[in-house]
């Protein structure tokens, strides 16, 4: 068994999809600061190795991300397969709940998983998830409604917000975002 793995074109640059039978386990932009810290986490959890190839689940993914990018998709079904502490695929489930189009601060997100002081914590859970987009990390925003916090980078960040306010038709008062 092997982490298959593939790379994406996608509007923000090339990103790497990673999965074996259980799921999804990786995407993530290509030159995300952080990237070989959570590709090794993958690969210690698993005790696998990473294999470039094919497979079933990274064509859905590479299907599913198209329509994304194009406005035809507002959740994936792609299964996922999160690596990490119990708290961390805590906090990314709780992630998995915010609305397409929609953000909350990490305060919200705090009190939404029962506890207002875990505010860092729940940020660095944030800042670890290694499944970018499907798990929305960037749908997470600053108490005043700026842009904090993304491991691609506040332009892809602010990218993504406008691209679902856009396609949602909801207002995310995007001035705050400048």
């Known amino acids: 068994m092997a982490i298959v793995y593939k790379y994406f ?14 799921g999804v386990c990786l995407f993530e932009f290509e030159y995300r600061r952080s990237l ?5 986490r993958i690969q210690d959890a698993l005790q696998m190795e990473y294999e470039e190839g094919e497979h079933p689940l990274l064509d859905q993914l590479g299907k599913e991300a198209k329509e994304y990018f194009a406005g035809e998709r507002v959740v994936f079904d792609v299964p996922l397969n999160m690596i990490g502490t ?8 709780g992630l998995l709940d915010i609305p397409f189009g929609e953000t909350r601060s990490y305060k919200k997100q705090s ?44 332009p892809k960040k602010k990218w993504l917000l406008e691209h679902e306010a856009k396609h949602s038709g909801k207002d995310l008062q995007m001035g705050l975002f400048e």
């Open 9 to 22: 074109n996608t509007p923000l640059g090339k990103m790497m999809g990673a999965a074996t039978d259980d």
């Open 86 to 93: 119990d708290f961390q695929k805590r906090v990314w489930k």
């Open 111 to 154: 009190i939404y998983l029962g506890d207002v002081k875990a505010i860092r914590a729940v940020a660095t859970a944030n800042g670890q998830n290694g499944i970018a987009i499907i798990i929305p990390c960037h749908r997470v925003i600053g108490d005043n409604g700026s842009l904090v916090g993304y491991g691609g980078g506040l």
């Open 36 to 40: 070989s810290k959570i590709q090794q």
